[in-house]
């Protein structure tokens, strides 16, 4: 499998202010689309996590009902 990643995404200066000045994540976070400063801000904090509901994950009961049948399996 190889890497794809955007071309040339650089990120703005008040984006690389947000994150502390390092050129690298506010880089990264600007290919991941995260452009807005405060957006950027409310992804790497922690405090500001707030997870969505695992009934919002596509297929949960298919990949729960999997895993219960490799356990009882005992399969790896």
Do not use: C, K
Not at 18 to 32: K, N, S
Not at 54 to 73: F, G, Q, S
Request: proline fraction near 8%; avoid cysteine; charged fraction near 25%.
């Amino acid at each position: 499998m190889e890497w794809l990643l955007p071309s040339d995404v650089h990120a703005s200066f008040a984006l690389r202010e947000a994150v502390g000045g390092h050129a690298l994540v506010a880089d990264i976070l600007a290919q991941r689309e995260y452009a807005d400063p405060a957006e950027a801000r409310a992804f790497l904090d922690p405090d500001a996590y707030s997870p969505a509901p695992a009934t919002d994950l596509p297929d949960l009961e298919t990949a729960a009902a999997r895993l219960v049948d490799a356990i009882n399996n005992e399969e790896r």
